[in-house]
């Protein structure tokens, strides 16, 4: 996610890390170079214009060339704008009074409204406690109602449906109503997309709305398509005013521009984002959070909470304890890839963390991979797990045999684990901290950027 844009502000900062006292000209520099990785992001040019004469304002009334940490107040700078370009916190849902809450989900076909209005559910009723229901409203496509009730069934939520032979308006209406009589408390209605946006889909939406009178109307839109994103947003404004966005997609966005402009551009704030197909691949939308990814400072808070809910209280803080001493072992290693696993993708975890080197990356593991780890762990002997140093050619074929592998996997492992050793000591440096499990006791502050600056205080915490 992001990766381009990643990369180019990750440079422009290296360079002025590197300087020990800017000039105007460096700060110029920067500028110029953060406004060009923003334009090649895709983010609205207006929007860009914007964000470097405030950056540029903020910068001179601090005058901040004259200090010695300017570089570190420059990412400060340009990570506040980037929050406040993003919105001001968490946008929450509305919910009801009184009677369940009615959620309207729009957006044009393939935008992911059917995928996200069950990974919504899910994400209702295992962190809220809600107890959702869906309608069916789209009568167009064919296999549209199926799909909605397979995603349904898989995250245990029911799904209302009238086929697709009658008006998705009164299937709107009916749904509601039966839904309500069964106990629903968050009521999420899909509906139909087209490829484009036309006249009898908005005259349809609006009467959907107007029927079913939704206290939240939320817009999905399909991040990868960037600037064309934000100008459907736009256009479903003028005809169906919306509360929301919810911007899917993102795992596969490599640039960020509507991500960052739409809010901008349009007025309405991203609600959720979706990061991957998987029915679990769905997040409460942070600001703050989003901009530290952006930065290349890793998202440790969104990572505290996935590790909240995967890990066990003491098993955490007994790996914690054995980190601090400095002993990261194979039994290590073994239970971090299996703690990872419980928290979802392993890559999608990476991307939280900052300062990750590409050769860790690029580790994918699944749970056959965990089996073979831990075949291969298994058959070392104690001493082999603490050190691997100790583990020469003849050990390696030895463990090989034993866990029945053959001996590039071995060689593999041995590689991965000594990358992992490495990053933990590169993670422990300069008093950072880590996140539990990773660990650290609240992975706030004090983390080291991968071009070897340090977090300036109270950027990593909020
Ligand atoms: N990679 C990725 N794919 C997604 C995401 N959300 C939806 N998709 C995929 O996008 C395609 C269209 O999704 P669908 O829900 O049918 O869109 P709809 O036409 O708006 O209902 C499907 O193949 C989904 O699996 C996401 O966040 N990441
Ligand atoms: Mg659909």
């Known amino acids: 996610m992001f990766d381009t844009l990643q990369e180019k502000l990750e440079g422009t900062f290296r360079t002025l890390g590197s300087k020990g006292r800017l000039t105007e000209a460096d700060v110029e520099s920067a500028?110029?170079?953060?406004?060009?990785?923003?334009?090649?992001?895709?983010?609205?040019?207006?929007?860009?214009?914007t964000f470097v004469a405030t950056v540029k304002e903020r910068l001179e009334g601090a005058e901040v060339h004259k200090a010695l940490d300017a570089p570190q107040q420059i990412i400060k700078i340009v990570n506040e704008e980037l929050v406040s370009l993003m919105g001001t916190g968490q946008s929450p849902l509305t919910f009801s009074q009184r009677?369940?809450?009615?959620?309207?989900?729009?957006?044009?076909?393939?935008?992911?409204?059917?995928?996200?209005?069950?990974?919504?559910?899910?994400?209702?009723?295992?962190?809220?406690g809600k107890t959702p229901a869906l309608v069916a409203c789209d009568v167009y496509r064919p296999a549209a109602i199926e799909q909605l009730k397979t995603v349904g069934a898989q995250v245990g939520v029911p799904v209302y449906d009238q086929g697709d032979g009658v008006d998705p308006v009164k299937i709107a209406e009916w749904g509601v109503k039966e839904a309500t009589a069964n106990g629903a408390d968050v009521i999420i209605v899909d509906t139909a997309g087209r490829l484009d946006i036309d006249e009898k889909l908005m005259a349809e939406l609006v009467a959907i709305k107007k029927a079913i009178k939704p206290h939240n109307v939320l817009l999905v839109l399909d991040a990868m398509t960037g600037q064309e994103a934000v100008s459907v947003a736009t256009r479903f404004d003028e005809s169906v005013s919306f509360d929301g966005v919810i911007?899917?997609?993102?795992?596969?966005?490599?640039?960020?521009?509507?991500?960052?402009?739409?809010?901008s551009v349009t007025g309405k704030p991203i609600k959720f984002v979706a990061l991957g197909e998987q029915l679990d691949a769905l997040e409460y939308f942070h600001p703050d959070r989003m901009a530290s990814r952006i930065l290349g400072m890793g998202d440790v808070l969104t990572l505290i909470e996935k590790a909240e809910q995967a890990f066990e209280e003491d098993e955490a803080a007994d790996m914690e304890a054995r980190l601090k001493k400095g002993q990261f072992t194979f039994d290590d290693f073994l239970k971090q890839m299996k703690m990872m696993r419980r928290m979802g993708s392993f890559k999608g975890i990476l991307a939280l963390l900052p300062g990750i080197p590409k050769e860790i990356r690029d580790i994918d593991i699944d749970e056959k991979q965990i089996a073979r780890i831990e075949a291969i762990v298994l058959s070392m002997t104690k001493e082999e797990r603490g050190n691997p140093d100790l583990i020469d050619h003849q050990r390696r074929r030895r463990i090989a045999d034993g866990s029945g592998h053959?001996?590039?996997?071995?060689?593999?492992?041995?590689?991965?684990?000594?990358?992992?050793?490495?990053?933990?000591?590169?993670?422990m440096k300069g008093g950072g901290k880590l996140p539990p499990g990773f660990g650290g006791d609240d992975g706030a502050g004090g983390i080291q950027l991968p071009n070897g600056m340090q977090l300036p205080g109270g950027l990593g915490k909020r």
Do not use: Y
């Open 99 to 128: 009677g369940p809450t009615i959620i309207l989900m729009a957006g044009l076909q393939g935008s992911g409204k059917t995928t996200t209005t069950a990974k919504l559910a899910k994400l209702l009723k295992e962190q809220d």
């Open 31 to 49: 500028l110029r170079e953060i406004r060009l990785a923003l334009l090649e992001a895709d983010v609205n040019f207006k929007v860009v214009k």
């Open 247 to 263: 911007l899917t997609k993102l795992d596969g966005d490599a640039r960020g521009g509507a991500a960052l402009s739409v809010k």
């Open 406 to 427: 053959d001996i590039a996997a071995v060689n593999q492992l041995i590689k991965q684990f000594d990358q992992m050793r490495k990053m933990m000591k590169m993670m």
